[in-house]
């Protein structure tokens, strides 16, 4: 393997190239965290006056293209798209914010238009973004517009989020760093390992290298480095159907996971599991279901093939349960979700899987959620069950049966056997609390043949969710009673807070959820938020959860 890497400041990186990002990657997932030390670092090489290294960049040339005469390589990213993207919508915002500029300023805002967007006629621009985000992404490089209205998924808001943390870090002007400056530092002082390699199938081979010193690198990016880097070695230029089919596969994952990539790290440990010879007590950490997904594909074509679609499926399904706010508030047990997973995947007829996700509910939710139970609990039956279902092509009814077995001794009665039980759902139970609220607000729903929008209430942490009715400044010794709390959507609880519950009682009946607008009602008959009042209601969501999660 012959590697020529080579030291560029980021203006000599960009101003022979059009990058691309292509859809097999993942999407952009820097955070504010990673931008904050971007800026950090800029500000930092201004003070001390000196050059920073920032990263390496690996790429692949697919292409060339010419451009009002100019010659340009494009290059896929392979490793390095975070660090790139985020750069080159700082430098619009630089651009942006010199545009008005007189002399020099303006020159530079004109140099950075030219270099961000080729040709009179916007052929191509500097970087093309993947999974849908290239019009939020296009737009703002092109024209600086901020498309907020195209936002639709957690990559889109990533991105406008960087386009106003990068615009506000230009006109802060810390310690007389102005656009100006930022942009003669980055460009000259920021300096990239570049490797470019011509041949596909030694580009995962590098990534695979890379990645093993160090570099934090999420195990599914590691597993499809490595799926790829099988393919090349034992296709040949018959199979480059393969090829682009396992491209699509990929795309087709990252698009499903969008920012959230732990969720495909559990998928592929799930994956993984499902691959043992032998049936397991456990599920498989990260790096052993990776290189039990790799032994699988072994060192024929359809077989990779094979490997990654089948762990494509998992994700799908596994997706499936935690993009469901509903499903998701079950439980965060992972052996609990590897059955729920399973259940999923065997595709049966909606009135079957919905029955037996009612089941996996019903036992799951009673063992985590009401009996507080930790992720010690019936690991080895849940993971048992779970591969069962998968290998031994179980049958609903035997499913069924299993998952009461691993119910007995959680039986509804059981758990709900203590005085106090009710008299602190707040404290160390707020996410429970949401959920039971949540399927109780459903319970009350359904009499009037609609459900409440799970959405809203899922948007915050859960604890900023639940309202307390009699609020807490008021030390009421049964402040934290299940029947002193309820519901309120993202926002309106802190602008509530410490007002006397018949102060609210107006607003609790405007908010869309029927549990609270039953409390506002009763406040404003009676005038009142008693004791009484908490007990009965209380005595009225205990007996729907001991009849809803009963055996």
């Known amino acids: 393997m012959n590697l020529n890497p080579t030291q560029k400041s980021v203006g000599e990186l960009f101003s022979e190239r059009l990058f691309r990002i292509p859809d097999y990657q993942r999407a952009y997932s820097w955070g504010p965290a990673q931008r904050r030390d971007l800026f950090a670092d800029i500000r930092e090489a201004h003070l001390k006056n000196r050059k920073h290294f920032m990263a390496t960049v690996v790429a692949r040339q697919s292409d060339t293209k010419i451009i009002a005469g100019d010659e340009f390589a494009v290059v896929d990213l392979i490793d390095g798209q975070q660090r790139i993207t985020t750069l080159v919508i700082l430098f619009k915002a630089i651009a942006k914010a010199l545009e008005n500029a007189d002399g020099e300023n303006s020159s530079i805002a004109s140099k950075l238009n030219d270099l961000l967007v080729k040709g009179d006629n916007y052929q191509a621009i500097l970087l093309q973004a993947n999974h849908g985000a290239s019009g939020i992404f296009a737009s703002y490089i092109k024209k600086g517009l901020i498309a907020e209205d195209q936002i639709k998924t957690a990559a889109d808001q990533n991105l406008v989020n960087a386009m106003r943390e990068c615009e506000a870090f230009v006109k802060s002007d810390p310690d007389d760093l102005g656009p100006a400056e930022i942009y ?33 690198v999420k195990w599914l990016d590691k597993t499809k ?5 099988l393919l090349f070695e034992h296709a040949d230029s018959a199979h480059n159907d393969a090829l682009q089919e396992m491209r699509n596969i990929w795309a087709g994952v990252y698009a499903a996971l969008g920012l959230d990539v732990d969720r495909g790290d559990e998928a592929m440990r799930f994956a993984g599991t499902w691959k043992e010879t032998g049936r397991p007590n456990k599920i498989l950490g990260e790096q052993a279901a990776s290189r039990r997904l790799v032994e699988i594909a072994g060192t024929d074509v359809q077989s990779t093939v094979a490997a990654a ?48 996700m009612r089941k996996w509910e019903n036992v799951t939710f009673r063992i985590y959620g009401l009996a507080g139970k930790d992720g010690r609990t019936s690991v080895g039956e849940y993971v048992r069950l779970g591969y069962d279902i998968i290998h031994d092509s179980l049958e609903p009814s035997s ?52 459900n409440p929008d799970w959405s809203k209430i899922w948007q915050t942490a ?67 938020w008693k004791r009484k009042d908490v007990q009965d209601r209380t005595n009225r969501i205990a007996a729907f959860v001991k009849e809803h999660w009963g055996d």
């Open 184 to 216: 003669a530092r980055v460009r000259n002082h920021f300096i990239m390992i570049y490797h470019q390699i011509d041949d596909e199938s030694v580009v995962y081979r590098v990534f695979e290298t890379l990645n093993s010193r160090g570099l934090d």
């Open 225 to 229: 480095s490595q799926l790829m880097a």
């Open 309 to 356: 679609e089948w762990l494509a499926k998992v994700v799908e399904k596994h997706n499936t349960i935690l993009s469901d706010v509903r499903l998701s508030g079950v439980t965060r047990i992972n052996h609990a979700r590897f059955v729920a997973t399973a259940i999923k995947l065997r595709g049966w007829p909606a009135n079957i899987e919905q029955e037996l």
């Open 399 to 450: 499913i069924q049966d299993r998952l009461d077995q691993i119910g007995k001794g959680f039986e509804i009665d059981a758990v709900l056997d203590h005085e106090d039980f009710w008299s602190n759902c707040y404290d160390g139970w707020a996410t429970e609390l949401r959920y039971v609220l949540f399927r109780y607000d459903e319970y009350l729903g359904q009499k009037d043949g609609e």
């Open 462 to 528: 859960a604890s900023k969710s639940i309202e307390h009715i009699s609020p807490q400044s008021k030390g009421k010794s049964w402040v934290h009673e299940l029947g002193n709390l309820t519901m309120l959507p993202p926002g309106m609880n802190s602008s509530l807070k410490d007002t006397p519950p018949t102060q609210k009682a107006g607003k609790y009946q405007t908010v869309g959820v029927r549990g609270t607008a039953i409390v506002g009602k009763t406040i404003e008959k009676n005038d009142q």
